[in-house]
């Protein structure tokens, strides 16, 4: 399919606090359900301010938690995700095309039918309870964010880590909500054996454009006063400048750094826009509703970081691109990384302390005998 049928996908008109502005027929499905501009036209004069979409819980009955990545340009080795599908609603975001292998649509589906595993604490503890696992360190949020808005009612992702804390299971954790502060009681107990380490993803500092781009995500300023509270926590923390959108938010790479570093980031990493599949139609879409005065550059300037094409799925250069665009935002980040004392790194996660749960869920006498020393 090219880069401009497009045409033939399923629109929803406006979407109140939503990313998609589409509903893409899933890739698998050989049908596809078209809507005459008439309709929209209709639509959008009865809702001129758009509609509202309601997030649907869909249960995930996964059988087991931790995930093996098998990825020369990642450098975890296992995730574990809580949740498929994402209420952030970025639509850049990467993770997107994932929902079309359960039937669904990398649009708005993917924004309001999440796919929750209320599960997992129980499998994470039997998987760590497994003689064949020696606690290698776990990425947190490796797909989809473990700390969306549904987390906050439904506490999966905290769950998760009460079981790592008990077991001193070492955890890496990308986010860029707030609500990870909620969970200090853990991550410091989990800091005590250098088991954790906090990254914290931000794309740009303007609110409106953080708004319109990733809308139910907290807001840049909390995730920079995240940093600071983790910071004040002793909780190794790293700002994700990613994704780096060329002629969008590159230029905020010195301002996000030196910010992110005012507030106690130790650590910076970066990655360039990866457009996969179906994403291509979401963003150019949302780019013409949202910025259409650069729209065109944009694109063109994506492109240029491609060898022509939207996204390049070669390891290695879908992270940081080619070209001389690719060549000077990864010149201008390690300046300003270098520049700030961000490129040093946040240290390694400690595996030395882990210890296998205890059957009853709480560490009875016998797990004295895992303590160092014994």
Not at 90 to 112: K, M, N, Q, V, W
Not at 118 to 138: Q, T, V, Y
Not at 348 to 355: A, G, P, Q
Request: hydrophobic share 35%.
């Amino acid at each position: 399919m090219s880069d401009r049928e497009y045409v033939d996908w399923l629109p929803q008109g406006r979407v109140r606090g939503r990313g998609a502005g589409l509903n893409p027929g899933n890739r698998f499905d050989g049908i596809r359900l078209h809507v005459l501009g008439d309709h929209l036209d209709e639509q959008l004069r009865e809702q001129p301010h758009g509609t509202q979409a309601r997030t649907e819980i869909l249960e995930d009955r996964t059988r087991s938690i931790i995930n093996r990545v098998d990825s020369p340009d990642l450098a975890m080795s296992w995730t574990i995700n809580p949740y498929r599908g994402c209420e952030h609603g970025c639509i850049y975001c990467y993770a997107r095309p994932g929902h079309e292998y359960l039937g669904l649509s990398s649009g708005l589906d993917f924004e309001t039918k999440i796919h929750a595993k209320r599960n997992a604490p129980e499998l994470l503890r039997k998987e760590l309870a497994s003689p064949k696992w020696r606690g290698d360190p776990i990425a947190m949020s490796g797909v989809t964010d473990c700390y969306q808005p549904l987390e906050r009612r439904l506490t999966i992702t905290r769950q998760c880590l009460a079981v790592m804390a008990e077991c001193r299971q070492p955890v890496g954790i990308v986010t860029k909500n707030r609500l990870v502060t909620r969970d200090l009681d853990l991550l410091a107990e989990l800091n005590c054996h250098r088991a954790v380490k906090v990254a914290i993803s931000i794309t740009t500092l303007d609110a409106r454009l953080a708004a319109a781009m990733e809308p139910r995500a907290s807001r840049p300023e909390d995730r920079l006063r995240t940093i600071a509270e983790l910071h004040e926590a002793g909780i190794p923390v790293t700002v994700m400048v990613a994704p780096v959108i060329p002629g969008l938010t590159d230029v905020e790479v010195p301002a996000i750094l030196e910010a992110a570093a005012e507030a106690g980031a130790c650590s910076a990493g970066w990655v360039l826009l990866r457009l996969p599949h179906q994403i291509k139609a979401l963003f150019l879409d949302w780019l013409a509703r949202e910025v259409p005065d650069r729209a065109e550059r944009v694109e063109s300037l994506i492109r240029q970081t491609h060898g022509g094409e939207l996204y390049e799925s070669g390891f290695g250069v879908r992270q940081r691109g080619r070209g001389p665009w690719a060549e000077q935002i990864a010149r201008t980040f390690d300046v300003f990384s270098r520049r700030h004392r961000l490129d040093g790194g946040s240290g390694s996660l400690s595996s030395e302390d882990f210890r296998r749960p205890s059957p009853d869920r709480q560490m009875g006498q016998m797990g004295l005998f895992d303590a160092p020393g014994f």
